[in-house]
């Protein structure tokens, strides 16, 4: 009685429904339900993880089962009938879209108890087993089954979405694994609640407005989400963005991005200088006439007094490799600029970012420009020896711990090809700091074909300073 045989089924079904019939099907469920939730609040107790409890509890549960399994198997009989017969029937057309959501109702329904079914122990030795077990010590039991984290969860969607899915024919497939193994972020256990709330949805409807709940998520570790079966929320009317000659160096249409979570509610109030606009690094990001066109293209930060800056001309770096650098990774905080410039040099750059108080990664996109939604806390999703620059500006700071530092730079360097440029574009700190931060970046070992220290201007003291570079990751030609 497998799912593929009841999607077949339900693949085939194209009949409508009559009215009395439906009305009889509801009762029906009404029935299954009721019984479940009985059965729910048993299983609740096994999920509660109170330590004293938990022998007794196992004890308990094995008779138990016993009629639970009895009841769930009757259930799943009935709703197996009761889509036979919906199949069965001629029906006319008027019903046809109520009758098309009764089945999936129904099928859903079913997926939930099978799910149970497969959770129950389901035969005699499975019990024996068990009662063995439940008189140990809990820690001297043997180790569950891989999927038990699911169990960790009540929301059915998570716990569907962890277990291990096997392959259909029982083989291993073509990547040589013989099931599916999908993750979550170990940090999602601690943020039990918030992903619940994340993954509380209908099934095929339409998604809550919560990207910023699935952001503030990632943030916080819980980096890789699961996926969702609910169709996220589009602006209410999207028009078609701009052609990639005009849409590199204009603001986009304010209707392609929805405005619900931020503070300005239009492109203009980002992109003006006076508005607050809740967020402030990379304020004026926005505004690509009077602050992004000259960037990487003129010196902007310059110490007229002492003819210093910490900026870094593109033209400069290509300089370095000419014609070797193609690919690479801008890991910042802005609106994609240096990928749109670096692509009228013929060099291709995705934009890693996440939407800091403002849609930088639908801005970046509506440019026509690649985005990337990254937070800090996951491996690239590069290959080793692939790319052949990674700039980053604006992000790393004098907040960033050593230690964290020092895995993101093994993990850029990973990516790195060798012969790569590694751009440091004002990085700024604490003047005190400064020496702590240099030795994280010699740690490297890189060629030296730019490195420059130079004072921060734009606040009132001189207690920071920048620091920027170009390092070029070495051959390592070791075994
Ligand atoms: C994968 O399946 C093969 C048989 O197809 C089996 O020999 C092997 O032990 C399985 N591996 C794991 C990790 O389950
Ligand atoms: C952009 O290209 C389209 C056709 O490819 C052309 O019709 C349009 O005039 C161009 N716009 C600009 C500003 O060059
Ligand atoms: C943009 O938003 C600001 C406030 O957020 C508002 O004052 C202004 O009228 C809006 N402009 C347009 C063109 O909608
Ligand atoms: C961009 O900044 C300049 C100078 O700060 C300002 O004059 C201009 O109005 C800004 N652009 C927008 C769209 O607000
Ligand atoms: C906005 O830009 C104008 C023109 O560059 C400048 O005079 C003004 O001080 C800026 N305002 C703020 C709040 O930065
Ligand atoms: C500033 O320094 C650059 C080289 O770093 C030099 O080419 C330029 O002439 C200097 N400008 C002045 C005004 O000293
Ligand atoms: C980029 O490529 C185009 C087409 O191959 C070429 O015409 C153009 O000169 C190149 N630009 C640069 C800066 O190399």
């Known amino acids: 009685m497998g799912k593929t045989h009841i999607s077949v089924k339900l693949g085939r079904w194209g009949g409508v429904l009559h009215r009395p019939i439906f009305m009889l099907g509801i009762l029906v469920l009404l029935i299954c339900i009721a019984t479940l939730s009985k059965f729910y609040s048993i299983r609740s107790l096994f999920i509660s993880d109170t330590f004293c409890n938990d022998v007794h509890i196992e004890h308990q549960s094995n008779i138990r089962s016993d009629q639970v399994g009895v009841t769930v198997d009757a259930i799943v009989q009935k709703i197996h009938k009761e889509i036979n017969e919906i199949k069965d029937l001629r029906m006319d057309s008027s019903s046809a879209t109520l009758s098309s959501r009764y089945v999936a109702f129904l099928a859903d329904m079913l997926g939930h108890i099978e799910s149970l079914q ?14 063995e077990i439940g008189a140990l010590h809990p820690l001297l039991r043997p180790k569950q089954r891989s999927d038990e984290p699911a169990d960790f969860f009540l929301i059915e969607e998570i716990r569907k979405y962890l277990r291990i899915k096997p392959n259909r024919l029982g083989k291993q497939n073509f990547m040589g694994a013989n099931g599916t193994f999908t993750s979550i972020g170990h940090a999602c256990f601690a943020m039990k609640k918030e992903l619940e709330e994340y993954m509380d949805y209908d099934i095929g409807e339409i998604c809550k407005d919560d990207w910023k709940l699935a952001q503030r998520l990632m943030v916080h570790g819980c980096d890789p989400l699961p996926r969702r079966r609910c169709f996220s929320r589009a602006p209410q009317l999207y028009s078609q963005p701009f052609p990639i000659n005009e849409s590199l160096w204009k603001l986009p249409d304010n209707r392609n991005v929805r405005w619900s979570q931020y ?11 006076t508005t607050r606009k809740g967020f402030y ?12 066109l000259p960037r990487w293209i003129k010196h902007i930060n310059l110490d007229l007094s002492m003819n210093l800056t910490a900026d870094i001309l593109i033209p400069e770096v290509l ?13 910042s905080v802005g ?8 692509r009228e040099f013929n060099v291709t750059i995705v934009s890693a970012t996440i939407n800091l108080g403002a849609p930088f990664n639908e801005m970046i996109a509506l440019r026509g420009l690649v985005p990337l939604y990254l937070t800090i806390n996951q491996r690239l ?5 692939t790319l052949d620059l990674i700039h980053t500006t604006r992000f790393l700071d004098g907040w960033i711990d050593f230690v964290l530092l020092d895995f993101i730079l093994y993990d850029w360097d990973r990516v790195l090809r060798p012969g790569g440029l590694l751009w440091i574009d004002s990085f700024f700190c604490l003047k005190e700091d400064l020496n702590d931060y240099l030795e994280a970046f010699k740690m490297l070992r890189y060629k030296k074909h730019k490195w420059i220290v130079a004072p921060k201007l734009d606040k009132d003291d001189d207690r920071e300073v920048f620091f920027s570079a170009v390092l070029e990751k070495p051959p390592r030609p070791f075994r």
């Open 118 to 131: 497969t959770s129950l122990p389901s035969d005699e030795g499975a019990h024996q087993r068990n009662t």
């Open 263 to 273: 503070r300005c509610k239009n492109f203009t109030c980002l992109a003006s200088n």
């Open 281 to 292: 690094k990379c304020a004026d990001c926005f505004n690509l006439t009077a602050h992004e």
């Open 319 to 331: 300089n370095i490799k000419p014609g070797g650098i193609r690919i690479g990774l801008d890991f």
């Open 335 to 342: 609106t994609g600029t240096f990928a749109a410039r670096m």
């Open 381 to 385: 999703p590069f290959f080793d020896n």
